[in-house]
């Protein structure tokens, strides 16, 4: 079976950190680009951090940049989102994606609606005190 699991959420308080974990089941997570995603209640879903196969790219969304930190560690098969300083307006659903095509993180980030590959089912992050 191939899928993407997610892991790390759960609820902070303001100014906390999580670090949130996207695996994957059934194929190679290190040949592709991985990105993280989020959507809120009453939102579309956004990407906010993408990284290329060779850790060699990554894009942030400016909601996040400086905050959140998008990582891979090949050997694990394991891509990794960082987050320090939450606010409560990142509380969302959190799902990682992992995308065959040969194109830019850039692109993954901008427009989750294109990604060719596989998504994970999210993960709850709740930024509350």
């Known amino acids: 079976q191939l899928q993407l699991v997610e892991s790390g959420g759960g609820l902070v308080q303001p100014g906390g950190s999580l670090r949130l974990s996207c695996a994957a089941t059934?194929?190679?997570?290190?040949?592709?680009?991985v990105g993280w995603f989020r959507q809120a209640p009453g939102k579309e879903r956004e990407g906010i951090a993408c990284?290329?196969?060779?850790?060699?790219?990554?894009n942030y969304a400016d909601s996040v940049k400086g905050r959140f930190t998008i990582s891979r560690d090949n050997a694990k098969d394991t891509v990794y989102l960082h987050m320090n300083s939450l606010k409560p307006e990142d509380t969302a659903i959190y799902y990682c994606?992992?995308?065959?095509?040969?194109?830019?993180?850039?692109?993954?980030?901008?427009?989750?609606?294109?990604?060719?590959?596989?998504w994970g089912p999210g993960t709850q992050v709740t930024v509350s005190s």
């Open positions: 994606a992992a995308d065959g095509r040969l194109t830019t993180v850039q692109a993954v980030c901008a427009r989750p609606e294109d990604v060719v590959g596989y």
């Open positions: 059934g194929f190679l997570l290190r040949h592709y680009t």
């Open positions: 990284i290329n196969a060779e850790s060699t790219s990554t």
